[in-house]
């Protein structure tokens, strides 16, 4: 069951000063930083706020390490913004199979690694009306981080 909004994926094309706007405006703290070479990212996890399942909401921005990576290709075309958007859930397996079943495309047949140790896949955009979609379902306790509470059916 996507349970909650896990996080809002923004592009930016300078994560330190992208931060620091986040911080100055808002008071937002950078939770977690990572580079995820995969996925051709460096990003920032923001907590915004705790959810009622025991999970979190966060912002992450992302800066493309790679002008061939999603992000980065999608940047040369729209500059930074939104690129989209994550739902949280338990079982991102079966919530997968099921949007699946449903004749949305899911691009992983198997989810990968994201931010935190988490494991996502994503839904291609044109099947959403527009918006890249990812689900995703937290670890238990990110490795050296603070402990990300499990999320409970
Ligand atoms: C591409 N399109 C988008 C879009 N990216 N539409 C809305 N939002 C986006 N973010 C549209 C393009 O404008 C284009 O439409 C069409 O989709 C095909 O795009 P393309 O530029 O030709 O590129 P493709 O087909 O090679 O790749 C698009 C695809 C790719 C969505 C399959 O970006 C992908 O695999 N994304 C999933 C992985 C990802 O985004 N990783 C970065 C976040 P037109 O109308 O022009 O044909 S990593 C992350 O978030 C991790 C770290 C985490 O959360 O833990």
């Given at each position: 069951m996507l349970s909650r909004i896990?996080?809002?994926?923004?592009?930016?094309?300078?994560l330190d000063a992208t931060v620091a706007f986040y911080h100055?405006?808002?008071?937002?703290?950078?939770f977690h930083s990572e580079v995820n070479e995969e996925q051709?990212?460096?990003?920032?996890?923001?907590?915004?706020?705790?959810?009622?399942?025991?999970?979190?909401?966060?912002?992450?921005?992302?800066?493309p390490i790679r002008d061939d990576s999603p992000v980065g290709k999608w940047m040369?075309?729209?500059?930074?913004?939104?690129?989209?958007?994550?739902?949280g859930t338990a079982d991102v397996d079966a919530d997968a199979e099921a949007v699946r079943?449903?004749?949305v495309r899911v691009l992983y047949d198997t989810p990968r690694r994201g931010s935190m140790d988490s494991r996502i896949t994503?839904?291609?955009?044109?099947?959403?009306?527009g918006v890249l979609t990812e689900l995703v379902t937290a670890a238990p306790t990110p490795g050296g981080e603070e402990p990300r509470s499990p999320e409970s059916h």
């Open positions: 896990d996080h809002i994926g923004i592009a930016c094309f300078d100055d405006t808002y008071g937002f703290e950078v051709g990212v460096l990003e920032a996890m923001l907590r915004i706020n705790g959810t009622d399942d025991g999970g979190a909401s966060y912002l992450q921005l992302l800066q040369a075309k729209n500059g930074e913004g939104v690129h989209h958007i994550a739902f079943a449903k004749g994503f839904l291609h955009p044109k099947d959403c009306h």
